[in-house]
């Protein structure tokens, strides 16, 4: 995945399918934590967060480690952006995928990190990501604008 963005930062192609693999594991970080009453699985990205959103009443060692693993997936994306965004300053699609890595990384709570980082800060830099696609992506502009009033 990365030799293929590296190697042409500007193919929508490995963008795509990086965003798939994100959500895939995401959801699957999801199944592990949000059974319903019925033994059922729900995929409601905010209800698993707002469930988990107080402490680790519950969870279980194999959740905890799914969750936190992710984490650490998603800074190590993070990290790797940044050194695409260094050599290729005017890639969008760099930007538009480190916006996406940062907010998955923003919707999962502290507690689930197991101190890889902290949504916080997270949050913050998505909000630095979105501005900057605000001018370097006009055509979509008013979609990153929306997203950062969320």
Not at 18 to 42: A, I, M, V
Request: glycine share 8%.
């Amino acid at each position: 995945m990365t030799n293929a963005v590296f190697t042409e930062p500007d193919d929508q192609s490995p963008w795509w399918y990086h965003q798939f693999l994100l959500t895939w594991f995401r959801d699957l970080c999801l199944g592990y934590s949000n059974e319903d009453d019925s033994g059922g699985t729900s995929s409601s990205a905010s209800h698993a967060m707002q469930s988990h959103g107080n402490g680790n009443v519950g969870q279980s060692t194999t959740e905890k480690n799914m969750w936190s693993f992710f984490c650490y997936a998603l800074d190590g994306q993070v990290e790797s952006l940044h050194e695409l965004g260094d050599l290729e300053p005017d890639a969008v699609w760099v930007k538009k995928n480190l916006s996406v890595v940062l907010r998955h990384r923003a919707a999962i709570p502290d507690h689930l990190s197991r101190g890889t980082g902290s949504s916080a800060s997270a949050a913050q830099e998505l909000k630095k990501v979105l501005t900057g696609l605000v001018d370097s992506d006009p055509q979509r502009s008013e979609r990153y604008s929306y997203l950062i009033g969320e």
